[in-house]
């Protein structure tokens, strides 16, 4: 697995290094952008790059989003929502979330990232429960949840 790392993630063969895994969104890059609801794109794909901490990878991810929803999810949260200096954006790429297996067959397709806007340290919070222990219970899941986020419809 290695070398996924240093490879960028653009195919699902490659995302799914990561699947299922938690990751904070270090840097959105957009290469497309979006007016009333429709993208505008200099090419087909891809829409904007991220460049993601992942907490079982030694080093950051660079990847590619090609999938529509998941470009406008990331564009509403990054730039029509903005993110403030107390949050943080977190994202869980999938293909095994979907609700039934008519999802699954036509996944290549689907979107497969739930965005999620998260007070600040939410990532250390939910990765490694060494951080901040005295914040425990009911404190700390408030403190890891998302405040906002963008789940596709074919998701559980």
């Known amino acids: 697995m290695d070398k996924i790392i240093a490879e960028d993630l653009l195919k699902d063969s490659q995302w799914s290094a990561i699947d ?3 990751c904070r969104v270090v840097d959105f ?3 497309a952008s ?3 609801g ?6 087909k794909t891809p829409y904007a790059s991220v460049v993601l901490e992942c907490e079982k990878w030694p080093t950051e991810i660079k990847g590619f989003i090609t999938q529509k929803v998941d ?5 509403t949260a990054f730039k029509e929502r903005t993110i403030k200096q107390d949050e943080e954006v977190i994202i869980v790429w999938s293909k095994k979330n979907y609700k039934n297996i008519i999802y699954k067959i036509f ?3 689907l979107p497969k990232l739930w965005v999620m806007v998260c007070p600040k340290e939410a ?3 939910a990765t490694n429960p060494g951080y901040k222990p005295e914040l425990n219970g009911e404190a700390r899941w408030n403190a890891t949840g998302p405040i906002i986020d963008w ?3 074919v998701m559980k």
């Not at 429709?38 to 090419?43: Q, R, T």
Request: charged letters at 20%; glycine letters at 10%; proline letters at 7%.
């Open 20 to 22: 299922g895994e938690l």
């Open 29 to 31: 890059a957009p290469i």
């Open 34 to 36: 979006v007016k009333g």
């Open 38 to 43: 429709e993208i505008l794109a200099i090419g």
């Open 71 to 75: 470009f406008i999810h990331l564009w």
């Open 107 to 109: 996944s290549t397709f």
């Open 123 to 125: 990532f250390e919070l």
């Open 151 to 153: 789940k596709p419809e």
